[in-house]
């Protein structure tokens, strides 16, 4: 039970709400089924979750054909998943990846059974990665990183504040955002407009953390759409650079167009 959140970001105004579901909640949405690297499960359930009612955009149900706009606040209601069937995690004893198999559902079929199967003997045991599995499907909150160069950073917290609650993630300087407001989409595009803070998952936020660049360091991201550890990796080279340092560089690119 549980349910994921997402605000629409400049780049996706114009999307479809069901493409938005789809990129948005990748992983979460391939999970239902475990399928969770598979594009077609993916784009089904996305199908699915709208079709149902359980998509919503700014606390109303919407179909998947509405347009988004940049601010509009995304959820996906993870109660009950498609037609019934759960939305998080995966039976422990695997049935479900069973039964797809046993359907012959073509590549997508053998791409999962071997990554499965992969990962249990990775794992050393079908209990150990049945738990991950269903760790990697719980849903997570929408999580902010308010960048260190803002020069009013502490008068953006206390403003988020009086629209949700803000609660520290356990690394890094994100935070996760419960309890919100109806105004606070309007809010976070605004304060992303201006520079202010970022909408990144923590598990985004990891990479720039463990990779821990130092301010004459050269850094090259080729894979840095949408660009949140882009901005991650600046600000934190950025607040670690005095007069005396010589500078460093960030190049970025990525392969794919659509994505940036």
């Known amino acids: 039970a549980g349910e994921l959140a997402a605000v629409v970001p400049i780049a996706a105004a114009g999307e479809r709400l069901q493409r938005f579901v789809q990129k948005a909640f990748r992983e979460q949405l391939g999970a239902a089924e475990g ?7 993916v784009r089904k359930n996305a199908v699915r979750f709208c079709q149902d009612g359980c998509v919503s955009v700014n606390n109303a149900c919407a179909a998947g054909r509405v347009i988004v706009s940049a601010g509009d606040l995304v959820r996906c209601a993870l109660a009950a998943g498609p037609h019934g069937t759960p ?12 039964r797809m198999c046993a359907a012959g559902d073509g590549d997508a079929a053998e791409i999962t059974f071997a990554f499965v199967q992969y990962y249990r003997a990775v794992h050393r045991g079908r209990l150990r990665w049945a738990e991950s599995e269903a760790l990697f499907a719980q849903a997570q909150p929408l999580s902010l990183r308010l960048h260190q160069q803002c020069p009013w950073r502490e008068l953006v917290f206390q403003e988020l504040r009086e629209y949700c609650v803000l609660t520290p993630t356990v690394f890094g300087d994100g935070v996760d955002v419960t309890d919100a407001s109806p105004h606070l989409p309007g809010l976070l595009a605004r ?32 894979c840095s759409a949408p660009g949140g550890k882009t901005v991650q990796l600046l600000d934190w080279l950025a607040t670690r650079t005095s007069s ?17």
């Open 35 to 41: 399928l969770q690297h598979c594009g077609n499960a």
């Open 87 to 98: 939305a998080t995690g995966l039976p422990g004893d695997g049935s479900a990846r069973a």
């Open 191 to 222: 304060c992303q407009v201006s520079g202010e803070l970022c909408q990144q998952g923590k598990e985004s936020m990891l990479p720039v953390l463990a990779l821990a660049a130092e301010p004459q360091h050269s850094v090259l991201d080729l």
């Open 244 to 260: 005396a340092d010589v500078a460093g560089l960030v190049v970025a690119n990525d392969l794919s167009a659509d994505r940036n």
